[in-house]
């Protein structure tokens, strides 16, 4: 249980964001739920009974005034999970410059919360991270090229972070899913139809799970159960990973 600890987690307004805070809450966490889309967020919060803060993470101010009002409010920060992210499906040579240093921003900068939590979880002599990357963290697909240059960097970080926290009490881990039914892969399947130039009904089959085992969509609240076990005292040996739910993506 998680009765006493207070969380942040970002991208919360929908999808795996939202299954990771469900999960949280569900174990007696206190819950700050970011996002940029306010109606909705503000309707999620008040579902799952979390505290809303609507905020644009690629920009550093916002990071630091959530991080700021996390801790005025409960007093410390105890789990931090990196969730929101975006995508765009575009060959190299026509990717829009102004999406590539969006998505940047958002997936692989903003993480840096990690930065302005750490002092309050090395106060306490315990701190949980969790960075959601992706499959597209450990493989490559191709018109993917910022968002794989994201989730691989990610992973990076969080063995990073994972080697400098260990001795405070600080875990670091990366969720690897492969794809997850959310708002964000919904989108993605009319740009996978035209840039493979294929029928939308076809891009789960023959796209998104051609290389899988289990042909099957990963459930986000799969997600949200794994981010509880890694908070737990079960998993205070784990870290640094960068752990594949891909439904034997990468056994192949």
Not at 26 to 43: H, P, T, W
Not at 75 to 80: M, N, P
């Amino acid at each position: 249980m998680l009765n006493d600890k207070i969380a942040i987690v970002t991208g919360a307004a929908s999808g795996i964001g939202y299954a990771v805070a469900q999960a949280l809450r569900q174990e007696g966490a206190q819950v700050v739920m970011a996002d940029v889309n306010e109606a909705l967020l503000r309707e999620s919060a008040r579902k799952l009974g979390g505290v809303p803060f609507v905020g644009n993470l690629t920009k550093r101010e916002d990071c630091r005034q959530l991080v700021d009002f996390t801790a005025q409010r409960f007093g410390r920060i105890d789990i931090l999970a990196n969730v929101a992210g975006v995508q765009h499906v575009c060959p190299i040579e026509e990717f829009p410059e102004d999406k590539w240093d969006f998505i940047i921003s958002l997936m692989l900068t903003a993480p840096l919360l990690t930065r302005y939590c750490w002092p309050y979880m090395k106060e306490n002599g315990w701190g949980r991270i969790i960075n959601m990357s992706s499959i597209h963290g450990l493989v490559a697909s191709e018109f993917k090229s910022a968002y794989v240059s994201a989730k691989h960097g990610l992973i990076g970080f969080t063995k990073t972070a994972a080697m400098e926290g260990g001795s405070l009490g600080i875990t670091c881990n990366a969720i690897c899913p492969a794809y997850v039914m959310t708002p964000l892969v919904e989108k993605q399947i009319a740009a996978q139809a035209q840039t493979h130039g294929i029928p939308e009904d076809k891009v789960i089959s023959d796209i998104m799970l051609s290389k899988a085992a289990i042909k099957k969509m990963v459930p986000a609240e799969n997600i949200g159960a794994i981010v509880k076990f890694l908070c737990s005292d079960a998993a205070d040996s784990i870290t640094g990973i960068a752990l594949p739910i891909d439904g034997g993506w990468t056994a192949n």
